[in-house]
């Protein structure tokens, strides 16, 4: 009964598109535990590009059953127009299925998404504008809405008017922007039932008994553990949990069926939006990876903000994770740097801190403390095991995994699924 779960052991875009899409010909079932249409995964399939959203990218592994676990927030719109472009370019979603305890997102959750960044100002979190922070808040508040309530008009009337009624108040008082009417939000919604009715089971059951019966499950986290709610750069983070523990929340598989935790993790490091993050480059270097790594969101197009592997986090999202393995991806891109640096602990306020500081203040004061690292100039983009490595890519390699917690298990060298040094089966060994 293997399942195993991929979480972003960074600020997210790490590759666990790519993972998920290297283990989907082994694996019977995909599903998305955490977040929504915020998540971006490229995936590259013999050259051809894809790019997921609301979808794990478990929907392009022809023998896997996709599905959206009841952690998810689902933009019902997003979803149907993923599911178009995707068939029109000839994928199958039939298979996909969603949890009847998913949470959806309403067309009020994004205007408030947007209207809350703007109130923030200087303060803002940067977030995607998807309305995801809404939609978990109104689930935590018990204000939400879920898939299951599309299919019961006179519940779904009592609930949006019970979200609407605090909202508009919201809306017109503080934020002088128009109500939103109730009829027109159910309506919204009923217009996909039927389309959605197909896809959503109890998903949970399904994936239990799929374990029962010896069959193989991946959790694949969208985000990361750095913008996890609780062990993220607060408040700089997602409004899930997309650690280790959420994709057992988010999909309901105990923790005690987990076989495996897989962190993804790059070679270097990518933030997108606003936080603090004490390896990030300002200099020509800065944009020489975001070039060269094509450091530009999915999602929305920003630009992600760049800079050197940190050892400190890595261990950290190792602890806070338990991971048993970790997938190192974009090793290809540091080709052609002469001395590469990467961050072994912090300088903050003259004292050095050699694990995460407790408190995000002593995080946004924390000055990297650096090792330094002899590059290589040749091509690696082809290496399929380590000795085909250049030495020194070899020597950064072994040296960032002592200081990182866990074992590394795969390298990636390049977009494509086969562009990967596997070191240990990350299923089975
Ligand atoms: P995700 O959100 O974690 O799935 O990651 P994204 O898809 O947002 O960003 C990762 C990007 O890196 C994608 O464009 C991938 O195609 C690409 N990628 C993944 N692994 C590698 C690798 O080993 N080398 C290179 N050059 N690109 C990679
Ligand atoms: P994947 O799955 C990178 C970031 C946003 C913002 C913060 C909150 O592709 O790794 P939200 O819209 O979730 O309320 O935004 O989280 N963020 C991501 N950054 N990759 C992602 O997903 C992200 N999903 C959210 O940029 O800083
Ligand atoms: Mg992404």
Redesign the pocket.
Same mark, same amino acid.
């Given at each position: 009964m293997p399942a195993v779960v991929i979480v *972003?052991a960074q600020w997210?875009?790490? %590759? /666990?598109? /790519?993972a998920t899409d290297l283990l989907g010909g082994r694996v019977d079932y995909v599903v998305k535990p955490n977040g929504g249409n915020n =998540? *971006?995964?490229?995936?590259?399939v013999g050259g051809e590009k894809y790019e997921l959203k609301l979808l794990p =990218?478990g929907i392009l592994s022809p023998n896997a059953i996709p599905m959206i676990g009841n952690g998810c927030v689902v933009n019902l719109e997003a979803l149907f127009e993923e599911i178009d472009a995707l068939e029109a370019r000839g994928a199958d979603t039939s298979r996909l299925r969603i949890s009847a305890n998913a949470h959806l997102v309403a067309p009020y959750h994004q205007v408030l998404d947007k209207v809350t960044e703007r109130f923030l100002g200087k303060r803002a979190i940067g977030t995607t504008g998807r309305g995801i922070g809404p939609a978990y808040m109104d689930k935590v508040a018990r204000l939400g809405i879920r898939v299951q309530d599309v299919f019961d008009e006179s519940i779904l009337r009592q609930k949006v008017e019970g979200s609407l009624a605090q909202k508009n108040e919201l809306l017109v008082k503080v934020y002088n922007r128009r109500a939103i009417g109730v009829d027109e939000t159910v309506q919204y919604f009923l217009d996909f039932a039927e389309r959605l009715r197909p896809f959503v089971i109890d998903t949970t059951l399904e994936l239990n008994r799929a374990l029962d019966d010896g069959k193989v499950v991946l959790m694949e986290g969208g985000q990361a553990t750095y913008l996890d709610v609780d062990h993220g750069t607060y408040p700089f983070v997602t409004s899930s949990n997309p650690t280790a523990g959420g994709a057992s929340v988010g999909s309901g598989i105990g923790p005690s069926r987990i076989t495996r935790v897989v962190g993804?993790i790059k070679a270097y490091t990518t933030r997108v939006g606003a936080g603090p993050f004490p390896t990030e480059l300002f200099d020509e270097m800065g944009d020489y990876l975001q070039k060269k %790594?094509?450091e530009f969101g +999915?999602n929305t197009g920003r630009p992600r903000r760049c800079g050197w592997y940190d050892a400190v986090l890595a261990r950290h999202a190792s602890r806070i994770n338990g991971f048993t393995d970790y997938f190192v991806?974009?090793?290809? +891109?540091l080709t052609g740097i002469e001395k590469i640096p990467v961050c072994v602990a912090y300088d903050v306020d003259g004292v050095r801190h050699d694990e995460m500081p407790m408190t995000l203040t002593d995080f946004h004061h924390a000055k990297p403390i650096f090792e330094y690292f002899d590059g290589w100039t040749e091509d690696i983009s082809d290496a399929k095991t380590l000795d085909e490595l250049p030495t020194n890519a070899r020597d950064y390699v072994l040296a960032l995994e002592k200081m990182s917690g866990t074992r590394f298990s795969a390298i990636?060298? %390049?977009?494509d699924r086969d562009?990967?040094i596997v070191l240990h089966d990350l299923i089975d060994d």
């Open positions: *972003g997210g875009d790490e %590759g /666990k598109g /790519k =998540a *971006g995964h490229t995936v590259v =990218a993804i %790594g094509g +999915v991806t974009k090793l290809d +891109v990636g060298v %390049g977009p562009q990967t």
